[in-house]
């Protein structure tokens, strides 16, 4: 029996529920409603009193999870759109990541961010902020790619006695699939070769790793090889797998959904360049959403961000070079 990544993101959170009793889940409409995309559907009649609505104050939330996370609860916020953590950046940037540093005492909550774009969301609605989290020392950002990993990784985040963003893409909660949840996943910190290629790398996460692919599997006919590697988490980065990549393929496409300006294509194509400028047989090359606020017609939307289409015209102009 197939499950999506939706259902995937809520057997993870009630296993976390029922293995512990300081997992409590916290967030605007998320008990008998089953939140914003029925994320906790049927959890709050599973787990009593301990999925619980919050009022709409997204500043409000995150300090309320900071003080249990602290007090040795593990909560797990849901924030409606990963736009809306905007407001409560304060608490998680100035007191949720520096808590430890501060006082020697741990912070372990996990914030979920319905993240990305779909038709019609626009600027509001569609945003990736893990380039954002990522910046600020004390904070883990995980962007599942998979099935398997928005259910283990979403485990292993609770289990983690730091804060966690976890930045769950929108556009796949009904669009991917797998054959079933896994029994383990490759740890926090690593990325995946989701396709082993030779000519070029492409660097992603999120729902650009399956533009990728599809990119790659159009180039087949063009007779080159790509190899795909899932970062899986923002923050921290596996730059040794990334430059092991390269240094098969010599040349380097990233690809982000998120604005391009001091994004994590940026920060991979830096590190690559710092770190392995000698396995470069071409300069490197990053794709991401055009430099403007998202748009809300479909037909925008889909020319704003990279698609298979764009990245494989981004994958040939690399590969002439």
């Known amino acids: 029996m197939s499950i999506t ?19 409590f889940i916290y967030g605007q409409d998320v008990a ?4 914003a995309f ?38 797990i916020v849901e924030m409606q759109f990963a736009d809306f953590s905007s407001i409560a950046f304060n608490q998680i940037v100035n007191q949720a990541a520096t808590q430890y540093w501060r006082t020697g005492v741990s912070c372990p909550l996990i914030i979920r961010l319905p993240s990305g774009g779909t038709d019609g969301s626009g600027p509001f609605h569609s945003q990736s902020m893990e380039s954002l989290y ?7 950002v995980m962007t599942p790619a998979t099935v398997e990993d928005a259910y283990g990784m979403l485990l292993e985040a609770v289990a983690i006695e730091d804060p966690v963003i976890f930045c769950e893409h929108k556009f796949l909660y009904y669009h ?8 383990s996943i490759l740890p926090v910190g690593k990325a995946r070769i989701a396709r082993a290629g ?33 970062l899986r988490t923002a923050k921290p980065i596996d730059t040794d797998t990334v ?7 010599g040349r380097l496409l990233c690809v982000g959904e998120a604005f391009p300006w001091g994004g994590l294509t940026a920060e991979v194509v830096s590190r690559v360049v710092s770190e392995g400028f000698h396995l470069l047989d071409a300069p490197p090359k990053r794709l991401n959403a055009k430099d403007t606020p998202i748009p809300y017609h479909p037909n925008l939307w889909r020319v704003h961000r990279p698609t298979s289409q764009s990245i494989a015209a981004a994958l040939r102009d690399l590969l002439s070079l």
């Open 32 to 35: 008998a409603f089953g939140g």
């Open 134 to 140: 990522s910046h600020y020392p004390g904070l883990i």
């Open 198 to 230: 030779r000519h070029a790398t492409v660097v992603t996460c999120s729902a650009m790793v399956h533009e990728s692919l599809r990119a790659a599997q159009e180039l087949v006919n063009d007779g080159y090889e790509i190899e795909v590697v899932d």
């Open 243 to 249: 430059l092991a990549s390269v240094a098969r393929t």
């Open 38 to 75: 029925k994320a906790t559907k049927t959890l709050s009649k599973e787990f009593p009193g301990r999925v619980i609505d919050a009022p709409i104050s997204e500043d409000a939330i995150a300090g309320l999870a900071i003080g249990a996370a602290i007090e040795g609860m593990r909560p």
């Open 5 to 23: 990544y939706l259902e995937a993101i809520r057997a993870a959170q009630a296993k976390a529920l029922a293995e512990d009793e300081r997992v």
């Open 176 to 183: 991917l699939k797998a054959e079933g949840l896994p029994d």
